[in-house]
């Protein structure tokens, strides 16, 4: 089992304080937030890419890739019938791949729910048919920089598109690419009628990308679901990428957050 952690958990700390802090404690993946670097991922330079990819590798991590693709950006959304604003965000979104494969990362997980849902008065049709247009169009990026995009379902508190599993199956299926694969959130599946491991054993085909935490918005094992059965799971399905530590409750502490997630999965996987 290959843990990494999200950038974002350390917060204002150093990147160097903050690769330490997680190597000690037991990850060897990196996942970034683009936010994190920089207000302007089209002027976030050539050296400046070198230079953060450097000091992650240095200290011992590989890159996994970028999640919160579409966060804190303007102008940018994924469903709307504005075609001018779906053909900016897959202009945004090829830039990404192409930060991605600079960084020497391989996966961008696709959630961002605030710039992919519906608005008032728009099908599902259309917003599906939207998004596979607007990924469709970053394909040949993805295929240039050796990158995937992993949709990722988001619970109905999060927003109103990809709910389930199911549906970014579906999305997936009309974009019918290899790059185009599913990823799958502890917390998101907790809002499903599916028990968590039926989950994963059901789109063991297509998962890329898994995301452990608790529907507390904090880390795994620091709620109620069981994470036994969830790793069995992955165990059972000869799962090989990265397990990643995302949490959105921040009030337990940085070193509480990374060293309690750490404990919590390997005392399930044990």
Same mark, same amino acid.
């Given at each position: 089992?290959?843990?990494?952690?999200?950038?974002?958990?350390?917060?204002?700390?150093?990147?160097?304080?903050?690769?330490?802090?997680?190597?000690?404690?037991?990850?060897?993946?990196?996942?970034? $937030?683009?936010?994190?670097?920089?207000?302007?991922?089209? @002027?976030?330079? $050539?050296?400046?890419?070198?230079?953060?990819?450097?000091?992650?590798?240095?200290?011992?991590?590989?890159?996994?890739?970028?999640?919160?693709?579409?966060?804190?950006?303007?102008?940018?959304?994924?469903?709307?019938?504005?075609?001018?604003?779906?053909?900016?965000?897959?202009?945004?979104?090829?830039?990404?791949?192409?930060?991605?494969?600079?960084?020497?990362?391989?996966?961008?997980?696709?959630? @961002?729910?605030?710039?992919? #849902?519906?608005?008032?008065?728009? @099908?599902?049709?259309?917003?599906?048919?939207? $998004?596979a247009e607007t990924l469709q169009a970053i394909v040949p990026v993805l295929e240039e920089c050796g990158v995937q995009i992993a949709l990722e379902p988001l619970g109905p508190q999060e927003?109103?598109?990809?709910?389930?599993a199911a549906e970014a199956r579906q999305l997936q299926a009309m974009i019918d690419s290899p790059t185009i694969q599913l990823h799958l959130d502890v917390k998101a599946m907790s809002t499903?009628?599916?028990?968590?491991?039926?989950?994963?054993?059901?789109?063991?085909?297509?998962?890329?990308?898994?995301?452990? #935490?608790?529907?507390?918005?904090?880390?795994?094992?620091?709620?109620?679901?069981?994470?036994?059965?969830?790793?069995?799971?992955?165990?059972?399905?000869?799962?090989?990428?990265?397990?990643?530590?995302?949490?959105?409750?921040?009030?337990?502490?940085?070193?509480?957050?990374?060293?309690?997630?750490?404990?919590?999965?390997? $005392?399930?996987?044990?």
């Open positions: 089992m290959k843990f990494g952690i999200c950038n974002e958990t350390f917060g204002d700390w150093p990147l160097d304080k903050s690769l330490e802090y997680a190597k000690n404690a037991g990850y060897t993946g990196w996942e970034v $937030a683009p936010f994190m670097l920089t207000d302007d991922i089209f @002027s976030y330079s $050539a050296e400046d890419r070198k230079r953060y990819r450097d000091t992650v590798l240095e200290a011992g991590f590989e890159v996994i890739g970028l999640h919160w693709l579409l966060a804190k950006t303007e102008g940018l959304h994924l469903t709307t019938d504005d075609s001018a604003v779906r053909t900016k965000t897959s202009q945004y979104l090829g830039e990404l791949a192409k930060l991605c494969r600079d960084l020497e990362g391989k996966v961008m997980v696709l959630g @961002s729910p605030q710039q992919r #849902n519906l608005p008032s008065g728009q @099908s599902m049709d259309s917003a599906m048919q939207n $998004a927003g109103n598109f990809l709910n389930t499903e009628s599916t028990p968590i491991d039926q989950l994963i054993r059901d789109n063991a085909d297509a998962m890329l990308h898994f995301h452990a #935490n608790d529907p507390n918005r904090q880390g795994p094992g620091m709620g109620d679901v069981d994470f036994a059965p969830i790793f069995k799971a992955l165990q059972d399905i000869a799962y090989d990428g990265w397990v990643s530590v995302e949490v959105f409750d921040y009030d337990p502490g940085v070193e509480t957050l990374v060293t309690q997630s750490m404990e919590n999965m390997k $005392a399930a996987l044990a």
